[in-house]
């Protein structure tokens, strides 16, 4: 096991390495110089050379990755051009944010597709599960964002039960802030359930299919018994592989729902940024989101075997 752990290891290293090469690329070298691209055309030349002074861009393209990387290792993730404050700062502001709503949303989704999908491999071909499968279909096919405006209009314009937007910051107490997740996480989390409960559905019903699902029936457990004890353990694999991405995206993809409903979460700092030409926060926020997904996938892989030993020694 350790051996494999050590491996994957190096792996990640290995693409966080890449993954820092490639955005620093198309952040820094692909549009030209960021300093004019920030300050627009109309800039004079002085304005721009005294932004590429602060923002320390007046050296070679290594020594400004080498830097940039150096000072990700350090904590140091730049200064707003916009904001005139460190990004870190500005980070872990956000993340307060889309931390909670993505771990909300994940829980929800979790908590409605598994038993979902277990139901529905259970009575194959019937009724159940031609309603599961059915509104798993629209769940997969209705737009998240057009989605959100619904919950809006039904359960904030209409029933006043949740708030439409903002967010109140924890310090204003744990029921309100979850309140103003509660629409975000639920927009997020029904299009992701619904992926996950087809593909538990799949997954456990090629296990049902297997020998030693027979051979416990045989023994005389009930079909109920032998999904809970030994069909459901074994289909965790493909299951995981799913609420790992689901996670990645949950964190980096929420930049539409967090706008839709005005939450200052990192994929709302995202948008600011990109609109506002600030390349110094696009540029650490998105290798931050991107090293997140990197590490959830290891911990995904590392997951897989624990749950299967076969996968620690590959052929």
Not at 208 to 233: E, M, N, P, Y
Not at 275 to 292: E, F, G, K, N
Request: glycine share 8%; no cysteine; hydrophobic share 55%.
């Amino acid at each position: 096991m350790l051996r494999f752990v050590l491996l994957r290891l190096g792996s990640l290293g290995l693409s966080l390495v890449v993954a820092s090469l490639v955005i620093f690329t198309v952040v820094q070298v692909i549009p030209g110089d960021p300093a004019t691209f920030m300050m627009g055309l109309n800039a004079t030349p002085e304005a721009v050379e005294a932004l590429r002074k602060v923002l320390g861009l007046t050296g070679s393209l290594p020594w400004r990755y080498l830097h940039w990387v150096a000072g990700l290792l350090a904590g140091d993730l730049g200064t707003s051009y916009t904001y005139r404050v460190p990004v870190a700062g500005l980070v872990l502001e956000r993340v307060q944010v889309s931390l909670p709503l993505t771990a909300y949303a994940l829980v929800l989704s979790t908590a409605l597709a598994l038993p979902a999908g277990v139901l529905a491999a259970a009575r194959r071909g019937r009724a159940a599960d031609v309603t599961i499968m059915g509104v798993t279909q629209f769940g997969i096919a209705v737009p998240n964002f057009w989605f959100a405006m619904l919950l809006v209009l039904l359960f904030a314009l209409r029933l006043h039960w949740l708030p439409a937007g903002g967010f109140p910051g924890w310090k204003a107490g744990l029921w309100p802030g979850l309140r103003a997740l509660t629409l975000p996480a639920v927009a997020l989390a029904l299009p992701q359930a619904a992926i996950l409960a087809r593909v538990m559905r799949s997954a456990l019903i090629d296990t049902l299919g297997q020998d030693f699902i027979r051979t416990a029936r045989a023994k005389g457990l009930s079909q109920g018994q032998a999904v809970r004890r030994h069909a459901v353990r074994n289909a965790l694999i493909p299951v995981l592989t799913i609420l790992g991405l689901q996670f990645s995206f949950l964190l980096a993809g929420a930049i539409i729902i967090e706008n839709v409903f005005y939450l200052p979460g990192l994929g709302r700092l995202i948008f600011q940024g990109i609109t506002q030409r600030d390349l110094i926060v696009v540029q650490s926020v998105v290798m931050l989101l991107v090293a997140a997904v990197i590490v959830v996938n290891f911990t995904v892989e590392v997951a897989y075997a624990l749950i299967d030993p076969r996968l620690r020694h590959p052929a």
